[in-house]
């Protein structure tokens, strides 16, 4: 039998939403900390979110580049991921992780056959790896952006690395990613929204769905 496909509906911001993504059988939910994202939350937000999902589905809490008393406020509040969206190196992702005391996704931005080599640097600091979407020069956010990268750059990958995959997906994208890619786990934000921000519960659903039927 095939491993289960984890997946990661990222970018909750209401306790509705997180209702629906649970009951549409999510493993994963993510709640972002970045001002300048629509799906940004704040500490108390993502607090009783994190309170909500407990026990129930796995909890990310996605920072940017965060310094060390960002890092401990978040992790204080227990979630079971801390995601690194941002430019951080392998030294400061494996510092994180020494002091936050919670598993670490690190995302890296895939745009080249470079960006794929320096995919093996994160292998041993990181407890998962997530290849999102390199967001083009002048984007206002590293992520979330509903952009896709070229897979086929994924070929050069060392097959022993697992990987998540993410960056526009959407319900009619996941079954051709998950048969073509690969990837042990999917995260998903814009393609399961009706405007920037909002979720929509019939394009959640639609998204497990079709990924699960693909494996
Ligand atoms: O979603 C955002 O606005 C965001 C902003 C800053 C850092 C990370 C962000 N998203 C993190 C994610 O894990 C997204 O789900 C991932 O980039 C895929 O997004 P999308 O292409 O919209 O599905």
Do not use: Y
């Not at 510092?95 to 670490?104: D, F, L, P, S, T």
């Not at 996704?105 to 056959?113: F, H, M, Q, R, V």
Request: with cysteine.
């Amino acid at each position: 039998m095939a491993d289960p496909l984890i997946i990661k509906i990222c970018g909750i911001k209401t306790p509705d939403v997180l209702e629906t993504a649970i009951a549409a059988g999510t493993d994963m939910v993510g709640f972002l900390h970045f001002p300048r994202s629509p799906r940004h939350a704040s500490v108390d937000t993502i607090a009783d979110l994190i309170s909500q999902a407990r026990g129930r589905v796995q909890t990310c809490v996605v920072l940017v580049n965060p310094d060390n008393s960002t890092v401990a406020e978040f992790a204080a509040l227990g979630p079971d991921w801390i995601q690194l969206h941002g430019p951080e190196t392998p030294h400061r992702v494996e510092a994180i992780r020494a002091e936050a005391g919670v598993e670490i996704i690190k995302a890296l931005p895939i745009g080249s056959a470079e960006d794929v080599g320096h995919v093996s640097d994160f292998h041993e600091v990181a407890d998962r790896l997530l290849l999102d979407a390199k967001p083009p020069k002048g984007a206002d956010r590293p992520g979330g952006l509903g952009d896709t990268f070229d897979w086929a750059l994924l070929k050069a990958l060392d097959p022993s690395i697992p990987f998540m995959l993410s960056g526009g997906l959407t319900p009619e994208t996941v079954a051709d990613a998950v048969r073509t890619v690969r990837p042990f786990g999917l995260d998903v934000s814009s393609g399961v929204e009706s405007a920037p921000g909002v979720k929509d519960k019939r394009l959640i659903e639609a998204f497990i769905q079709n990924a699960r039927a693909a494996v």
